[in-house]
T-cell receptor, first 114, second 110 residues
């Protein structure tokens, strides 16, 4: 099984619908992140959480919300999806006790908003 | 604000033709520079972390180097299976977040 699991892997939804993307990890890491990836723009940070009680906005948080249900679970919600939220979404984790923590990524969720 | 610029955007090489990818960065206090490999439709896979200028790390046909302003990923005698997008990212001591470049899409032609 993958260390970082994202569900669903693919999703098509209509404009205005609420959608949740889920992420779970078995690495025991305290830190979790949500990124989106668009062609030509690279990976951009949406939200991050350094522990269960700590949630922080990234560079592009507008239109998104998150919930850290447990150390191993971090979900991303689009309250009212719009077409420009069509992208590839990645969850990642890292170990905050490492001096130079590298991020471990899930396989991604391809979201299409029509 | 941290910035990462990667060049070239795309690179096509013949099998066995060595080359280098560039990652230029601006960061207030470099904590680490990271290289990742990403295959189509998959999440980035960690390759290297570099911590200080002058450092070098190697893995199979890849060698990463670091100066105070840029990092290079050298690919020696590449094979078709090295085809992927290579991403560079930096983290700083102030916020510990990763800032990514847009990547170099590498294609190795048999």
């Amino acid at each position: 099984d993958a260390d970082v699991t994202q569900t669903p892997r693919n999703r098509i939804t209509k404009t205005g619908k609420r959608i949740m993307l889920e992420c779970s990890q078995t690495k025991g890491h305290d830190r979790m992140y949500w990124y989106r990836q668009d062609p030509g723009l690279g990976l951009r940070l949406i939200y991050y959480s350094f522990d269960v009680k700590d949630i922080n906005k990234g560079e592009i948080s507008d239109g998104y919300s998150v919930s850290r249900q447990a150390q191993a679970k971090f979900s991303l919600s689009l309250e009212s999806a719009i077409p420009n939220q069509t992208a590839l979404y990645f969850c990642a984790t890292s170990d905050g006790t490492d001096l130079w923590p590298e991020a471990f990524f899930g396989q991604g969720t391809r979201l299409t908003v029509v | 604000e941290d910035q990462v610029t990667q060049s070239p955007e795309a690179l096509r090489l013949q099998e066995g033709e060595s080359s280098s990818l560039n990652c230029s960065y601006t960061v207030s206090g470099l904590r680490g520079l990271f290289w990742y490999r990403q295959d189509p439709g998959k999440g980035p896979e960690f390759l290297f972390t570099l911590y200080s200028a002058g450092e070098e790390k190697e893995k199979e046909r890849l060698k990463a180097t670091l100066t105070k302003k840029e990092s290079f990923l050298h690919i020696t005698a590449p094979k078709p299976e090295d085809s992927a997008t290579y991403l560079c990212a930096v983290s700083n001591f102030g916020n510990e977040k990763l800032t990514f470049g847009t990547g170099t899409r590498l294609t190795i032609i048999p």
